[in-house]
């Protein structure tokens, strides 16, 4: 890693304190509509890609025939395997590289990859699109013929319409659509807090003081978000 910023201190020091915010998004439910509008999610095997806390697993445990969760932070795996326990599921959590995974070529009928490759424009600054091809080249390898490829990634926080919050972003989520033949939709997935002080300090925390300030300032309990869902259907 080249360069680091506080998200990955989140991802390894933090974890329970992320799962508290992003519990409290989507409130209208638009992502697991939009996943099962491009994805025939039933009884299908899924592979997780940098799945964090479990958010795309505790959506699509009810509907998939198996998921595997995979993420790089054993301390984001910990903090899933305690909400995977909440719930009953018994979805494996694997420890690895989403640069590298070691499943065999074909394996899975849907591969996500949420709020997760867009990470590498800022941790790898002078060499991003190297490693995000790393792991579209391997999520095409890993997914079988007639499967779906989804990737789902920021399009901002707190803004009033829908845009990639850095010029790099905006450079990769170009890629997906004009090199690697993503189709993109946009949904709204705001939070929302119990209360103004609760809002500044969850969303504050993973954000920032900017976007906490913001917050304080409009007193906002919700909290706009725009999304990006990218998906590919391979043939």
């Given at each position: 890693m080249e360069s680091n910023d506080h998200f990955w201190e989140i991802y390894t020091s933090h974890a329970a304190e992320y799962h508290r915010l992003i519990a409290r998004e989507d409130v209208e439910g638009q992502l697991l509509k939009t996943l099962r509008q491009v994805a025939d999610l039933q009884g299908k095997r899924?592979?997780?890609?940098?799945?964090?806390?479990?958010?795309?697993p505790l959506l699509l445990h009810p509907y998939a025939g198996q998921i595997i969760a995979s993420d790089l932070s054993q301390s984001m795996l910990r903090q899933q395997s305690v909400v995977r326990e909440q719930i009953g599921g018994a979805w494996p959590l694997v420890f690895a590289d989403m640069r590298a995974s070691p499943s065999p070529a074909e394996s899975?009928?849907?591969?996500?990859?949420?709020?997760?490759?867009?990470?590498?424009?800022?941790?790898?600054?002078?060499?991003?699109?190297?490693?995000?091809?790393?792991?579209?080249?391997?999520?095409?390898?890993?997914?079988?013929?007639?499967?779906v490829l989804i990737v789902i990634e920021t399009l901002g926080t707190g803004v009033a319409e829908p845009a990639p919050p850095t010029p790099e972003l905006a450079a990769?989520?170009?890629?997906?659509?004009?090199i690697w033949g993503f189709t993109r939709r946009v949904i709204r997935t705001d939070y929302r807090f119990e209360d103004l002080?609760?809002?500044?300090?969850?969303?504050?925390?993973?954000?920032?003081p900017e976007l906490r300030a913001r917050i304080e300032s409009k007193r906002w309990t919700r909290l706009p978000e725009f999304t990006g869902v990218w998906s590919k259907r391979l043939r």
């Amino acid at each position: 890693m080249e360069s680091n910023d506080h998200f990955w201190e989140i991802y390894t020091s933090h974890a329970a304190e992320y799962h508290r915010l992003i519990a409290r998004e989507d409130v209208e439910g638009q992502l697991l509509k939009t996943l099962r509008q491009v994805a025939d999610l039933q009884g299908k095997r899924v592979l997780d890609l940098g799945s964090g806390t479990g958010r795309i697993p505790l959506l699509l445990h009810p509907y998939a025939g198996q998921i595997i969760a995979s993420d790089l932070s054993q301390s984001m795996l910990r903090q899933q395997s305690v909400v995977r326990e909440q719930i009953g599921g018994a979805w494996p959590l694997v420890f690895a590289d989403m640069r590298a995974s070691p499943s065999p070529a074909e394996s899975f009928d849907v591969i996500t990859a949420g709020w997760a490759i867009g990470h590498l424009t800022g941790w790898h600054p002078s060499e991003w699109r190297a490693q995000v091809d790393r792991v579209l080249v391997g999520m095409h390898r890993l997914v079988k013929q007639s499967g779906v490829l989804i990737v789902i990634e920021t399009l901002g926080t707190g803004v009033a319409e829908p845009a990639p919050p850095t010029p790099e972003l905006a450079a990769y989520y170009a890629d997906l659509e004009s090199i690697w033949g993503f189709t993109r939709r946009v949904i709204r997935t705001d939070y929302r807090f119990e209360d103004l002080s609760s809002a500044a300090e969850m969303a504050g925390f993973f954000f920032g003081p900017e976007l906490r300030a913001r917050i304080e300032s409009k007193r906002w309990t919700r909290l706009p978000e725009f999304t990006g869902v990218w998906s590919k259907r391979l043939r």
